[in-house]
């Protein structure tokens, strides 16, 4: 795990301290039309404008597209066309007008309307220039005309910086983080931010890393483009990371008397060790496992069959059998045999209150059940004295586990791990506060596996699970690793092996605990 300090960028031409004006012209280009023709039967025609650029020889490219105006011969376009502007070059310019006829994104199979070629140095020289549109034989396309109105802009090259991490990959670079935009300022700092090594360099310090610097494009100081420049880059490995690097423009590069386009400097880089699971268990850890099991009142009466907490004549229902497949496993590498057993969502004597956090065995003091004979005995002796309520929160049980594990990490040693096992039956209600709570626990000796009972719709568990990308708290802070494993109980139950339950937990631990 790395934790980057914050980071300060100085825009800078040459010298290393900034002028308070970097500034590049563009020209914006209102379009608008008269007299089109009209090519269809029951309406008139849907016009779009294309800007099309020449850059070299016969080779056009297309630039951007206005929006489509629906039945009108003498459109007003709202959107606008941003070019950059170089006295020094021709710079061809092509305008196309279509007649849209159909959703497809391809112009081919639309009514062509006429053209405009010119180029931009003929359109900043008028303040507003007017030309009959000609078909593709140079024909009149009817009556039709375009106005191309210029607009000199200047843009704001220092407004809103952020910065970008990649990672080399054997495809190429991939995005690793983005900082957040730092509004309005020449010299920003960035806040700190903590990122898996593997994320940014995957694990080897001597690969090396790119960092982009952007900043946002502003026509005036209220009014945004909704795009961003690249002012520079630089390249550095993670052991050269905690330094001062000058950012290269390679547009610039080769010009003359150009030093560099900006300086990122690095105040702090730290790498931090976090422990394997293997390395827990080799060190003489032993695994706290707590058990929370779900007494919210979709399960239904306990009484009845249909109910999820039913015990059938045969001792069995699907809460006790989870407790039996991932307890038999974990009780192995607690030389006490002593689980705490909390419940939560039901109301408890004798004050019958709403509770989130109670000890099954109904002692606050002492939660303890010896072995998961214990905890099952605890289980069946509970149900019949509560009242099943709700709502499903996770984040009282999660933070009490948490805490331990806290105190657990200042011994500085690998001794104590946490597993926290969530069996319920549906939907969180406090999906924020648990985001928060994993989260924060991410970067602890800390796992939770979440066992779903039932038929519920589970896309909420499956969300935590976040296998695809880590968790992120609704404050945006991002989880240090992936510290739940979600496990719908009946795909096991259908297979015929509850055991793989405790094989999707441990895969979880082992392989992203880092």
């Known amino acids: 795990m790395i934790t980057f300090g914050q980071q300060a960028a100085m825009a800078s031409g040459g010298p290393p301290v900034p002028r308070a004006t970097h500034l590049t012209t563009k020209v914006e280009l209102t379009i608008s039309c008269e007299k089109l023709m009209d090519m269809d039967v029951f309406s008139k025609s849907d016009p779009l404008c294309a800007l099309y650029i020449n850059t070299s020889g016969s080779q056009w490219y297309e630039f951007g597209r206005t929006e489509m105006i629906l039945n009108s011969l003498n459109p007003k376009f709202a959107k606008k066309f941003v070019i950059d502007y170089y006295f020094e070059i021709v710079q061809r310019l092509k305008f196309c007008v279509y007649d849209i006829d159909n959703n497809t994104y391809d112009l081919s199979d639309d009514d062509f309307l006429g053209e405009l070629e010119c180029t931009l140095g003929q359109i900043v020289s008028n303040r507003q220039m007017t030309r009959p549109l000609l078909l593709k034989d140079k024909r009149p396309a009817g009556h039709g005309t375009i106005t191309v109105s210029p607009v000199s802009s200047k843009y704001l090259w220092w407004s809103d910086p952020f910065l970008e991490f990649y990672k080399q990959t054997e495809t190429g670079w991939q995005l690793a983080h983005r900082t957040e935009v730092v509004k309005n300022n020449l010299n920003p700092i960035w806040r700190p931010f903590r990122i898996p090594l593997r994320s940014l360099c995957g694990g080897n310090v001597e690969i090396p890393i790119k960092v982009l610097f952007f900043i946002f494009l502003y026509v005036s100081v209220k009014c945004s483009l909704g795009s961003h420049d690249l002012i520079g880059s630089f390249k550095a490995t993670l052991a050269e990371m905690q330094a001062e690097f000058e950012c290269i423009n390679p547009k610039k590069q080769n010009k003359k008397d150009y030093k560099n386009s900006g300086v990122i400097c690095i105040k702090r880089c730290q790498v931090h ?150 069996i319920t039956d549906g939907v969180i209600t406090d999906m924020d506060q648990t985001r928060t709570a994993i989260v924060a626990a991410s970067r602890l000796p800390m796992s939770i596996i979440i066992v779903g009972v039932g038929g519920a719709d589970f896309s909420a568990m499956e969300f935590l699970d976040s296998d695809d990308r880590l968790l992120h708290s609704p404050t945006g802070d991002l989880a240090s690793r992936d510290i739940v494993q979600f496990v719908p109980f009946r795909n096991f139950q259908v297979s015929g092996s509850l055991w793989f339950i405790t094989v999707e937990f441990f895969l979880n631990i082992s392989e992203n605990i880092s």
């Open 273 to 422: 060790k976090e422990y394997t699971f293997l390395d827990y268990i080799m060190g003489g850890c032993q695994i706290h496992f707590t058990i929370a099991i779900d007494f919210t009142g979709s399960n239904g009466d306990p009484i009845s069959p249909q109910s999820l907490h039913y015990i059938s004549p045969e001792g069995y229902n699907e809460y006790l059998a989870a407790i039996w497949a991932v307890g038999n496993v974990i009780q192995d590498y607690n030389s006490s045999k002593m689980f705490p057993v909390f419940g939560f969502g039901a109301q408890v004597p004798p004050t019958w209150q709403v509770s989130h956090e109670f000890p099954i065995n109904f002692n606050p003091a002492n939660p303890f059940c010896e072995g998961i004979e214990g905890v099952v005995h605890a289980y069946r002796q509970c149900l019949p004295q509560l009242k099943l309520w709700g709502p499903t929160n996770f984040s009282p049980v999660i933070n009490h586990v948490a805490c331990f594990a806290r105190q657990a990490i200042q011994q500085n040693m690998a001794s104590h791990y946490f597993v926290l096992l969530i």
